[in-house]
Nanobody, 118 residues
Framework: QVHLVESGGGLVQAGGSLRLSCAAS????????MGWFRQAPGKEREFVAR????????YYADAVKGRFSISRERTRYTVNLQMNSLKFEDTAVYYC???????????WGQGTQVTVSS
């Protein structure tokens, strides 16, 4: 099992910035990727960003490209999401996830609320 704990989030005005962090513990060996999804009220969960753990390659959803930046602290199995130029439509619960080689399930954090006021 991989246990994920998120931190950060909160309330910010449009145009502002927030930083989310997610720390993994447990069976962190053979983690393939860590990243973020989000779910707005009444909508399906959607991909935001992820980082391939082997080489640190990032990948972003089109909706956040140029505004969000994902980074990692490799030895601490922590992934961060710097969110700049936030928009009202970025309001959602943000979930950290991890994929691990040999596991047939994706691991999820408990979620953290991000609210952007217009």
């Amino acid at each position: 099992q991989v246990h994920l704990v998120e931190s950060g989030g909160g309330l910010v005005q449009a145009g502002g910035s927030l930083r989310l962090s997610c720390a993994a513990s447990g069976r962190t060996d053979r983690i393939l990727a860590m990243g973020w999804f989000r779910q707005a009220p009444g909508k399906e969960r959607e991909f935001v960003a992820r980082m391939r753990w082997s080489n640190g390659e990032p990948y972003y959803a089109d909706a956040v490209k140029g505004r969000f930046s994902i980074s990692r602290e490799r030895t601490r199995y922590t992934v961060n999401l710097q969110m700049n130029s936030l928009k009202f439509e970025d309001t959602a619960v943000y979930y950290c996830y991890a994929d691990r080689l040999g596991s047939d399930t994706t691991f999820w954090g408990q979620g953290t609320q991000v609210t952007v006021s217009s």
